[in-house]
């Protein structure tokens, strides 16, 4: 956890080291296709990866022979003379399968990036057809195309959030690239702009329109045709989460969901909002949710959150004395307090202070469902001078717990901090 590239700290899921993902080969059929043999296969089944079975940390990486039936044809290059060769690149018909880079470790420096010698990895989706989360109606070509996958019999499926926690840091790095983009796939079968289905083109890494492919008056039918758009390209929903620290230093703002495990508390976050700077909405959220007002920000580090696919920006900031938390403004917390540095530090070095149990997860899973449908009751807070309910905190592979750890126990924070 603790790796820097120069002086940027490099969270757990933000890839160590991170793949070559060679984005300019994406529109490449033959390119793509030639490293379908030599490549790993990172597998999911409705968001859920496939790992070794009684070993959750261990992704169970397949070859090509594993996914043969689900792969089919690969990527397919325009036909000849295509009136809308763009629109075929590298086009997917079948499963979603995205091209996530080589793995250039070992290789030699300098080499043709275009020529890599490395292990291409590619996350492939087993969910089968027409089931499940993901049940959506298919193209019936793509759903004919499409074989089913055999799970090995020395692998399972694993929750998500609880194996990839437990990963290697390379191998969460892996996974925090292949869920999201998998998951945004299976997301966005139909266009934004008119409803009508979409198609995968560019590795995985781009659906469009299905009438891009037609002539220029099927083309007029949708307006995502025409100029520069963003509809169909992968998302990443940015995310604020950040320390407070009070007019002394010395203490900082956490609170707690009511829906989280009991004595759990963690840095505040929200969903930065159209408009809004990182700085912005720290202050915005802070106010919300606690009715604490915010001067100085600093930007920290940030980390790629694939559930699905957050990317949390991690700030600390100073609050002016003399103010008085209240949680009646949007009722999104149960309590929060300013902790001390000596809790905060007994319980992010404490042996049980950041254990999770599966049910524990799904609680938080659930908790974050329930966030925008359900606002707690209020609950008046209580005495400033009250600590003991406080017993749990995020861990170190969550931001959360890295700025309460790099503020509480370490020094990574000290030159932000001092001056704010
Ligand atoms: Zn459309």
């Not at 080291?17 to 390119?31: I, M, Q, T």
């Not at 996350?123 to 989360?133: K, S």
Request: glycine share 10%; hydrophobic share 40%; net charge neutral.
């Amino acid at each position: 956890m603790d790796v820097h590239a120069n002086d940027t700290f490099i969270n757990f899921y933000a890839g160590a080291p991170p793949l070559n993902r060679l984005s300019f080969v994406r529109s490449k059929a033959d390119v793509l296709n030639a490293h379908l043999s030599r490549a790993k296969f990172l597998v999911f089944n409705e968001g859920k990866p496939l790992v070794h079975k009684g070993k959750i940390s261990s992704p169970y990486l397949v070859d090509l022979p594993a996914v043969q039936a689900l792969v089919g044809d690969g990527f397919l290059s325009p036909p000849e003379g295509a009136a809308n060769a763009k629109a075929e690149e590298a086009r997917r018909a079948g499963c979603i399968l995205v091209f996530l880079g080589v793995d250039e470790r070992g290789c030699p420096p300098g080499e043709d990036l275009l020529k890599p010698h490395g292990t291409p990895y590619f996350a492939i989706d087993a969910t089968p057809a027409g089931v499940g989360l993901y049940a959506v109606p298919g193209d019936a070509e793509d759903a004919a195309r499409q074989g089913t996958f055999s799970a090995p019999p020395d692998s399972e499926w694993a929750d998500a959030r609880m194996s990839a926690s437990l990963m290697d840091a390379w191998h969460a790095g892996l996974f925090a690239s292949g869920r999201p983009i998998v998951d945004w796939n299976a997301r966005n079968r139909y266009c934004p702009a008119c409803g009508r289905q979409t198609y995968s083109l560019w590795g995985g890494w781009k659906r469009s329109c299905v009438t891009a492919r037609g002539g220029p008056e099927e083309r007029k039918k949708c307006f995502s045709n025409t100029g520069l758009h963003n509809f169909a390209h992968p998302r990443t929903d940015p995310v604020i989460i950040m320390g407070i620290l009070d007019e002394t230093g010395d203490r900082m703002l956490l609170g707690r969901n009511k829906s989280w495990p009991k004595g759990m508390y963690s840095c505040l976050a929200g969903f930065i909002e159209p408009g809004e700077s990182f700085e912005e909405a720290v202050r915005r959220e802070v106010l919300e949710e606690a009715g604490i007002v915010v001067g100085p920000v600093r930007y920290g580090s940030s980390q790629p959150w694939p559930y699905p696919a957050n990317l949390m920006v991690g700030c600390y900031g100073r609050a002016p004395g003399g103010q008085t938390i209240r949680l009646d403004l949007d009722n999104e917390l149960e309590d929060a307090q300013f902790f001390p540095r000596s809790v905060v530090a007994r319980v992010a070095s404490s042996k049980f202070g950041s254990k999770f149990t599966k049910d524990d997860y799904n609680q938080l899973d659930k908790a974050q469902e329930d966030r925008d449908i359900n606002a707690p009751a209020m609950i008046d807070p209580r005495p400033m001078d009250k600590f003991d309910n406080f017993t749990k905190c995020p861990p170190a592979t969550a931001i959360a717990g890295v700025l309460m750890r790099q503020w509480a126990l370490g020094t990574h924070a000290t030159h932000l901090v001092s001056s704010l």
